[in-house]
């Protein structure tokens, strides 16, 4: 049964089992905060247009920081979306800016 009221989709998930996405330890482990936003200056024309350089970024940001995973925010206003079409928007509209899931990077 599918529900939109909070406590009742609370009750639903406390008898539900629930799996780690990935195998991440919190005590041995580094987790990196990583943005998208325009106030990441890294993120030129050249990465941004390009899914090589956009993931070698990503991956050398990770090895920089010594960390295990990344993750991208939640309502985060995204550059990178100016990369690809599928995120204009028709005539009269706003294009699609901001990030609806948390990315996950290791």
């Known amino acids: 049964m599918i529900t ?8 639903q998930l406390a008898l539900t089992k629930i ?3 990935v195998a991440f330890d919190p005590g041995t482990m ?3 905060l990583m943005g998208f936003t325009n ?5 030129t024309a050249d990465v941004l247009e390009d899914t090589s350089a956009f993931s070698g970024y990503v991956s050398q940001t990770l090895a920089d920081a010594d960390a295990h995973f990344g993750i991208g925010g939640y309502n985060e206003h995204r550059t990178v979306y100016k990369r690809s079409r599928v995120f204009d928007a028709a005539e009269g509209q706003e294009p699609r800016s901001v990030h609806l899931g948390i ?3 290791g």
């Open 19 to 21: 799996h780690p996405l």
């Open 103 to 105: 990315d996950i990077w």
């Open 39 to 43: 106030e990441n200056q890294a993120l």
């Open 30 to 32: 580094r987790l990196l």
């Open 4 to 11: 939109t009221n909070i406590d009742d989709w609370k009750k």
